[in-house]
């Protein structure tokens, strides 16, 4: 039994921030990374940012600077961040998780989307 459940999506105006969040829960050990991705309509599906279990961050280049993931391991999980949007950002987030379900068995869960919609 293993969930990502995701929150924070909506509408905002160019400019505006929103923070998106992604709790695991479940049967598993820890979490060896986690990320957000997006999915634009005609495009395929892009990394956004990712923080791994060291907490080494990285981010695509369209989102530098403005968009900031981080984590809070005694909630297993994960935000992201997300200051002077613009609708180029338009796009449905995923939340991607690497968990240790057993003691050498690494599984990669989806959430199942939330969309963020910047307007103007």
């Known amino acids: 039994q293993v969930q990502l459940v995701e929150s924070g999506g909506g509408l905002v105006q160019a400019g505006g921030s929103l923070r998106l969040s992604c709790l695991a829960s479940g049967r598993f050990f820890s979490i060896n990374a986690m990320m957000w991705y997006r999915q634009a309509p005609g495009k395929k599906r892009e990394l956004v940012a990712i923080?791994?279990?060291?907490?080494?961050?990285n981010y695509a280049d369209s989102v530098k600077g403005r968009f900031t993931i981080s984590r809070d391991n005694a909630k297993n999980t994960v935000y992201l961040q997300m200051n002077g949007l613009k609708p180029e950002d338009t796009a449905v987030y995923y939340c991607?998780?690497?968990?240790?379900?057993?003691?050498?068995?690494?599984?990669?869960?989806w959430g199942r989307g939330t969309q963020v919609t910047v307007s103007s």
């Open positions: 991607n998780a690497d968990l240790l379900i057993e003691s050498s068995l690494l599984h990669n869960y």
């Open positions: 923080i791994t279990s060291g907490g080494n961050t």
